[in-house]
């Protein structure tokens, strides 16, 4: 039995239960604990994290194991998780992309970084000689680009009801997350401007195709490789993007008058 | 350069962090100029730049104020502000539109503002201020600096009501100093680890002691696994090296580890065999796996935190009351002195005092930590016990941060509560009773030598050595 034949049942009851049912402009606010790890080259999405939060409700499972043995080749609609926010769809690109802005920090946003250190237990171990400083047993100090930020907010068309459910659920946000980075205070959800796509003086508020002719009216992007649907990391919707450049301490609303590179 | 004509007092001194960075580098360098190589001796006075670039940053967290800054740099180079032992008076900062004398320039000086100065490029500082002479127009170098981020002290509206993710808290009372190593070396002061935050409150920034949670997860794994070994009646020893490795440090990803075919069946075993695995895993048997704790950073209770702190420590206070009471985060600490004994009676002895500094938490002071865990109602329940046992032995053990054989880092709380929607773990109890029950298994999985699933081979902590061809054997 194939990996998607397995996971039918779990994914249908979850597109029942958390696909929008009646979506409005929302913006969502994660007021931040803890700095975010995140390097501000990929934009930071909230998609992944509510399909994270869905798919352990579902099958009371962490993601890593629930899609253990689902080919990497698999198409996108035997693995998709549903979310309460509606998609969109662009001519010629066959992904359907969230109605989700990337995430932007408050103005207050600075950049630092996180190191991350171990050592390994090396009097616990049977070994004769154990080396800490080559081979498996390397201790490690390894640095995480971070945004110190007071909340992070993102432009969605979705369902408040059953976003604010899975809010409940998502405590970190960015990577990293095991050691205390990206932890959410709390979350806001409240009616927002519909910038999901397109924000303020045509900005560009996320990935989309490079070929999209709406996108191509927007201002301050990059064009570039990127993925457009989450989870974000699989290469299988990589494709020619416009990607927003996002700088810590702008205001989102600032428009900017010259016109972008791309 | 030749001294300015124009006298500036305090009030010729704009406020702010731009302007302090550029009085900073201009009194110290005017400070430089007057550390004789004599008191000091030829080797410092060679690496000067390196010895004020490292005891910048421990000066102004040992100090409380401009005064107490410039006091201890002086002291430490040997130099008299007051002018002294030299013919040329008081030290005074040249400025190109004036002079200021030292005193003053100080008094112009926000001391919140010359600790994000100083924390911000202690190299920069230096680098000018040894720079002695400076080139023409390099005071416009001052305007190249972007403007600080809050430079208008942002003041964010607080939301009346959160959605706070589930979570459970506990507030660390420490019973005794507290010290947690920065990320950077000054010299011969260990400073507290510190992070930039944002105090919503006001709209500044600071720099505030925290704990790690990445570190705190590290220390909870030493216990829990100290603990499942203790229950199992095995030592570490006995384990395959590359299995009490990934146990106690979370393994690494070997090679081929990250490709690697996701394999059900050992991932299930391990969670199942061993719950602390469930809790923090890492890298086992060619199996890259999350574990379901996230352990937050320990935070402060410090007026720059007070709208993070205030819903657990004092949740029916007016916010705004609340963090009035609080100390600021830079009074927090002290610096502690460590030696050792030269032993120079000893013949074998180097004869060398060592002396070192630890910055501390004062006793007394509180935190709050943070746990969270992942998917909490399908956890299984033998692991959300085996958390509630490790939270447990973390109590009665009561001490986090370095230092613990030195009496450092004590801590007394009173468990962990749970939080809005989170539900009470199930006493320790459930999993005592799960490792007593299932023993057996879980010493034949730690023992293991190879997973499961024979088509993924883990085990080998060496590569195979390459075979060489049989060397021909001739008559």
Known sequence: MSWAAENRAWRERARERWAPVSPEPLRIRAWLAAPVAWDLYDPLMIEGALQYVVIVRE?????????????????????????????????????????????????????????????????????????????????????????????????????????????????TIGGKRSGGLGHVHGWEVAPGEPWHWFGPGWRLMRPLPAHFELAQRTTRHDVREATVRAPYWHPRTRMLCRVPVQRLGERVDAVEEVSCVG | MRRPEKELSRQDIPSGIKATRRLLA???????????????????????????????????????????????????????????????????????????RWDRALAAMDYDDLRVVVHESPEFLSTFATDRYGIEGEDLHFDYFPDPVQSGGYIPQLPRELIAPRAYTSVWTLTGPMHHGADEKHGNVSLFRRQRVH?????????????????IRGFWRDLVMGRWFSLLGLSTRALPTHRAHALLAGGNVDAGADGAKVNNLVRDAARRACPPWDLFAGCIDKQIMGGRARVCDAVLVCRENAWLVHPVVAPHMPLEEFAAQLPVAAEMTQLRLLTRHAHRDIPESDGIQMIANKEVLIAGYQMVHTLQIIGLDGINPVTASCLADLLEQFRATGYIGADAARGMGGIALDGYTPGPGAAELPPPDLYLEDVERRRDEMIEWAMALAPADPGISTTATERPKKRRAPAEVTA
């Open chain 1, 59 to 171: 099958t009371g499972r962490v993601p890593d194991d629930v899609f253990a043995g689902c080919p990497i080749s698999a198409p996108i609609e035997d693995t998709d998780v549903p979310i309460p926010i509606a998609d969109g769809e662009v001519p010629g690109c066959p992904f359907p992309i969230a109605f989700a802005s990337a995430g932007w920090p408050s103005v207050d946003a600075a950049a630092s970084v996180r190191w991350r250190r171990r050592r390994v237990r090396a009097d616990k171990l049977g070994a004769t000689v154990i080396n800490p400083s080559v081979g498996e047993t390397k201790a490690s100090n390894l640095p995480a680009p971070v945004v110190v930020a007071h909340w992070v907010d993102w432009w969605v068309i979705g369902d408040r009801a059953r976003l604010e459910d899975l809010l409940r659920e998502v405590q």
């Open chain 2, 199 to 215: 105090d919503p409150l006001t709209g500044r920034a600071a720099y505030v002691p925290f704990v790690s949670g990445n570190a």
């Open chain 2, 26 to 100: 201009y009194l110290l360098r005017a400070t430089v100029i007057r550390i004789d190589r004599d008191k000091i001796g030829e080797r410092r006075y060679q690496e000067l730049p390196n010895e004020i670039t490292t005891s910048l940053v421990p000066f102004v967290v040992s100090e409380r104020s401009p005064l107490g800054f410039y006091r201890a740099f002086c002291r430490r180079f040997d130099v008299d502000p007051a002018g002294g032992d030299s013919e040329w008076g008081p030290i005074e900062a040249w400025l190109p539109e004036g002079r200021i």
